[in-house]
């Protein structure tokens, strides 16, 4: 992969892929860890990406590594209870940011499978066809998956009051 290439889609992904880590991990330095792991594969692997399809092949990867980071016993010590930070809330806004506060922490708590279709699909805008085709999955395992996945959620939100 030549240079200008790659940092075309450093420009035009690492924001997305920064996104999706925090998110999904909740600690912005491992966010930035892993969103330069992702980019340094990319770099040294240099997969024969589709066009259109990189934003896909960079959040897959990017998925990938914070699970592995998540099921790391140490990370589920510092990580689980501790307060979640928003990017950009506004000060005005506090019972919206409580209420995201909320949700990150019940997403955060779905099991692996679901917390990725969850990310891909409303944090990311993927259609149920295009996560399947990401996750290398049947159309119908995603459709189930997100509709468990939103009952699930709904449950822990019920746990915690959210509702």
């Not at 909320?102 to 891909?120: N, Y």
């Amino acid at each position: 992969m030549d240079d200008k290439r790659f940092e075309e889609l450093y420009a035009a992904y690492a924001t997305d892929v920064l996104r999706v880590s925090y998110f999904y991990l909740g600690d912005r330095q491992q966010a930035e860890d892993v969103t330069q792991d992702v980019f340094v594969r990319l770099l040294t692997h240099a997969p024969e990406l589709e066009p259109g399809k990189e934003k896909a092949w960079l959040l897959k990867v990017a998925l990938n590594r914070c699970r592995d980071l998540w099921r790391a016993a140490w990370v589920k010590r510092v990580v689980l209870g501790s307060p979640a930070l928003e990017l950009t809330p506004a000060p005005d806004q506090m019972d919206d940011r409580l209420e995201k506060q909320e949700l990150m922490s019940a997403v955060r708590r779905l099991p692996s499978g679901f917390r990725d279709v969850i990310l891909l699909h409303y944090y990311q805008g993927y259609g149920i066809a295009e996560i399947a085709a990401m996750l290398h999955l049947p159309e119908g395992t995603i459709s189930s998956r997100l509709s468990r996945a939103r009952k699930k959620l709904e449950d822990i939100l019920k746990e915690s009051g959210a509702q």
